[in-house]
């Protein structure tokens, strides 16, 4: 069975900072992995995916992730972070395989910049 | 741009009532989604469609049915409505067959209370 874990409920960072958001998952072949975000008030955002390919991979609003394999590890990077990015952020994974498989969400880690 | 719509932000109800939350999408895709979310346990998929009349039951279905008899509509259906079922549902869409590779778009969320 697949599964994902954020480790952290919530992440505070200084606005300017380089912030990290953590992401391990569980899967029995290849992921496909996702990072989502949650604004106050509204619906989630898709901010980038790891298909295949190249491990670094650029999304929405400056954001960035490294799919590391030997670690499982996909975590969510900034150089430099606003006020703006806080926000809910949710990993997500899939595993490659024939047919549909579902994905699975972890359960969330609360960015908080503080200004 | 991707719309999904869902047909309440707050819906109350009372125990024992049967409730019926929309979600419709304008973008023509196959694959379609009811999440339920709660603090601390992040996403939970309920149920899923991949096709018109086709679902397949997610992590949590009981309590819950769905109908979709048309492409761009897919409904969640709470027969008969209890106090644990008061949460944050998230309707989302995403395109093609195969749903784990593709981004999915989700709606803003109805927050249903039921007393």
């Known amino acids: 069975a697949q599964s994902v874990a954020q480790p952290e409920d919530q992440v505070n960072v200084a606005e300017g900072n380089p912030l990290t958001v953590k992401c391990t998952y569980s899967v029995s072949g290849n992921p496909y992995l996702f990072w989502y975000v949650q604004y106050p008030n509204r619906g989630l955002q898709f901010l980038l995916k790891?298909?295949?390919?190249?491990?670094l991979v650029k999304g929405s609003y400056g954001f960035e992730a490294e799919f590391n394999k030997s670690q499982t590890s996909f975590h969510l990077k900034k150089p430099s972070a606003l006020v703006s990015d806080s926000a809910l952020y949710f990993c997500a994974v899939r595993e490659h395989s024939g047919g549909y498989q579902k994905v699975t969400f972890g359960t969330g880690t609360k960015l908080q910049v503080i200004p | 741009d991707v719309k999904v719509t869902q047909s309440s932000r707050y819906l109350v109800k009372r125990t024992g009532e049967k409730v019926f939350l929309e979600c419709v999408q304008d973008?023509?895709?196959?694959?379609m989604f009811w999440y339920r979310q709660d603090p601390g346990l992040g996403l939970r998929l309920i149920y899923f469609s991949y096709d018109v009349k086709m679902k397949e039951k997610g992590d949590i279905p009981e309590g819950y049915s769905v109908s979709r008899e048309k492409k761009e509509r897919f409904s969640l259906i709470l027969e008969s409505a209890s106090t644990n079922q008061t949460s944050m549902y998230l309707c989302a869409s995403s395109p093609s067959g195969l749903a784990g590779t593709d981004t999915q778009y989700f709606g803003p969320g109805t927050r249903l209370t039921v007393l």
């Open positions: 790891y298909i295949t390919g190249d491990n």
């Open positions: 973008m023509d895709h196959e694959n």
